[in-house]
């Protein structure tokens, strides 16, 4: 081959990497938030994105002009009709605070949550002991997967019944509450909780007048 022809050849082989690459950069980028702003509320198409650049696609369709804010930015006042792209970068992994401005009232204002998703779920195991006013963990911090929690009921001063639940509406990714039955003294059960994503996850003893109330809950981190 000669070196002219060697060169072509490079050049369409770098042309392909760059836009093969420019593809998945495409493919992997999340998709654009829509804002709908009417004169008395602002609605965001999802309530969770990745952690990282985000782009909102606002659109006004109120009769008076509204402004879109989030994170210390925000779009230029828009009339009735009028639309605009606002990028933001949500870095870290929280609920964001956003709202229609002026503001007239709580449905001008949300909350988005930044998630970060379990790239390397590890299945993992937890031992829960609960005691009248407190619930201990074996473990500080949980990894992000399928745990499975092995509760005991170990009140053996008040003898009462316990129970365990996992909360997962924290880390802003829909998740629910799951619990195990009512435990008798001595009594174990145990739970299988999927945690999909990283975050905030909180538990307690859903008997009533136990938990928060009681100090039987507490929260972990999932990694």
Same mark, same amino acid.
């Given at each position: 081959?000669? =070196?002219? /022809?060697?060169?072509?050849?490079?050049?369409?082989? /770098?042309?392909?990497?760059?836009l093969s690459a420019s593809a998945d950069a495409r493919s992997t980028a999340p998709a654009p938030v829509a804002v709908t702003i009417t004169d008395s509320a602002v609605t965001l198409s999802r309530g969770a994105v990745p952690v990282g650049p985000v782009v909102f696609r606002v659109r006004n369709t109120g009769a008076s002009a509204?402004?879109?804010t989030i994170a210390g930015h925000r779009t230029p006042l828009l009339t009735s009709g009028q639309t605009a792209n606002l990028a933001v970068a949500l870095p870290s992994r929280r =609920?964001?605070?956003?709202?229609? /401005? +002026?503001?007239?009232g709580a449905a001008m204002g949300g909350w988005l949550y930044a998630i970060e998703r379990c790239d390397h779920p590890v299945?993992?195991?937890v031992n829960v002991s609960i005691v009248t006013g407190k619930?201990?963990?074996?473990? +500080?911090? &949980?990894?992000?997967?399928?745990?499975?929690?092995?509760?005991?009921? =170990?009140?053996?001063?008040?003898r009462v019944r316990h129970d365990f639940s996992v909360d997962l509406r924290l880390q802003g990714g829909g998740g629910g509450m799951t619990e195990t039955r009512? /435990?008798?003294p001595g009594q174990t059960a145990k739970l299988v909780v999927h945690?999909? &994503?990283k975050g905030t996850v909180y538990y307690e003893c859903n008997m009533a007048e136990h938990g928060g109330e009681n100090g039987e809950a507490g929260y972990i981190t999932a990694r």
């Open positions: 081959m000669s =070196a002219r /022809l060697a060169g072509v050849a490079l050049l369409v082989a /770098l042309s392909a990497v760059a509204h402004a879109f =609920a964001y605070p956003y709202s229609a /401005l +002026p503001q007239s299945a993992s195991t619930i201990t963990l074996s473990v +500080p911090s &949980l990894r992000c997967g399928t745990v499975t929690f092995l509760v005991t009921n =170990a009140d053996t001063v008040y009512s /435990l008798a945690i999909p &994503l």
